[in-house]
């Protein structure tokens, strides 16, 4: 498995992982393709600034464009007003043909091994829904420690989420088991 940074031919990655109702099921459903081109212009901007680290899984090395999924470390803005700090967040999706192989799960602690290496992002937050037990078993089986249920804003809607966080440098685990 490999994880590079997003491009502007992840295209038709992004609407197939944010565009279709079994991939968004948790998600409050598909977004608008319209808005897909952009949206990946945006992430590889921020990709390449390394203001954000919006990584594509690649499960064979030997054929980068094919794709698994994404795997996402980013610096999350509180909303104004709310006295809250900015924290770090972490997301993966892994398209349905890929799911079942480990590939969220190893690149999810590749990334937070990175963090640990870099001593980068602090405390890392990830909200899977509540209702979504491979992406709330990926974070427990890595060190996450559940803090509880809240309503989490996501691509202007509101899901229920599970809140984990994970202290990459004290709380990771040096090899993880698939």
Avoid at 64 to 82: I, K, Q, Y
Avoid at 94 to 100: A, D, I, N, Y
Avoid at 101 to 116: D, V
Wanted: charged share 20%; with cysteine.
């Amino acid at each position: 498995m490999l994880l590079r940074n997003v491009t502007q031919d992840d295209v038709d990655a992004y609407v197939r992982m944010r565009c279709d109702p079994v991939m968004t099921a948790d998600l409050g459903g598909p977004l608008p393709s319209a808005g897909m081109a952009d949206k990946v212009r945006r992430d590889a901007q921020e990709a390449a600034s390394d203001h954000a680290w919006l990584k594509m899984i690649v499960p064979d090395p030997d054929t980068p464009a094919m794709v698994a999924g994404s795997v996402t470390l980013w610096s999350h803005e509180p909303a104004p007003g709310t006295g809250q700090e900015p924290f770090s967040e972490i997301g993966w999706m892994v398209l349905p043909e890929f799911q079942g192989r480990g590939l969220a799960k190893r690149a999810t602690h590749t990334l937070l091994e990175q963090a640990r290496t870099e001593n980068r992002w602090g405390v890392v937050h990830a909200f899977p829904a509540a209702g979504n037990g491979p992406s709330n078993g990926i974070c427990h089986s890595l060190g996450f420690q559940l803090l509880g249920e809240l309503d989490m804003p996501f691509a202007d809607r509101v899901l229920r989420s599970n809140h984990w966080a994970i202290d990459p440098r004290t709380d990771l685990p040096q090899e993880v088991r698939i």
